[in-house]
């Protein structure tokens, strides 16, 4: 069986989408699968199985990836089309069955379209895929038993981020002595360029050594060995948030002017932390440390799931 999956550009609606994909895996172990997706997300699916190949599609004036992408796929016959981008291109292929997402905004969460749009509910959890040799390549970053606490003090827009000062307040008041994490250390992620670094700067050297400077360093299946190796995730709204619940890491996201109600991480523990005014634009600096600590304790206190 031959299926064409054409997924996000970004890293967190890549990872929502894996669990889609999980479902069809399943349902058909032998078929071959080619995902179209954005550059920054094809490390998401890098470790996938059943993955034939990743065409990787760059944006292009006058929409000519689609072009590009037609000469990868268009000559070829397809048991399923799969197509989250909303596009007509699926109806061009010729294939036996398509599911094609409505374009626009829809009210609710992201991942219950994605579920209905397979007739799925409960939609299927996303998923993280990672080799052994991620795991190893974890272990050698973040060496020990721990515990370790991932942060993600980066985002793709500026008022997503969370004061750098309280992330550091934060990770002070969980390694504090007589705390469930107490003297735990800091694996510190982000994105590659200077941007996503400049924002992690001043949590790296708040923690100084007692932090491994990860930003920009590894590829996205190491990312995902890692955030499976903390004890805890908390991270800015982000692909690295969504990444971080797909690998069924305790995982707090903080939440300003994005929407929590369609990007919530989504997982089998997570919780959020939603500044007063969300989603207002220049809401994130209403969240406190307070609310981000009684959130972080809830969801230690969840029972481990089977």
Known sequence: MRILFITATRIGDAVLSTGLLGHLIRQHPQARFVIACGPAAEGVFARMPGRAWTIVLTKRRLRLHWLELWREVGTQR??????????????LLRAK?????????????????????MGLDPPPLPVAWFSAADRARAAALLPGEGPWIALGPTANWDRKVWPAERFVALFEALTAPGQPLAGARAAILGGPGAQEAAMAAPVLAALGDRAVDLVGRIALPEAAAVLARAALFVGNDSGLMHLSAATGTPTLGLFGPSRVAEYAPTG????????????????????????????AGTLLAEPQPA
């Open 268 to 295: 089998h523990r997570t919780a959020t932390a939603i500044a007063p005014a969300s989603p207002a634009l220049d809401s994130m600096a209403g969240l406190t440390l307070e609310q981000a600590l009684a959130a």
């Open 78 to 91: 397809w048991d399923l089309v799969v197509d989250l981008r909303g596009s007509a291109f699926a109806f």
């Open 97 to 117: 069955r398509r599911f094609v997402m409505r374009g626009g905004r829809q009210p609710g969460p992201r991942i219950a379209h994605l579920g209905a749009l």
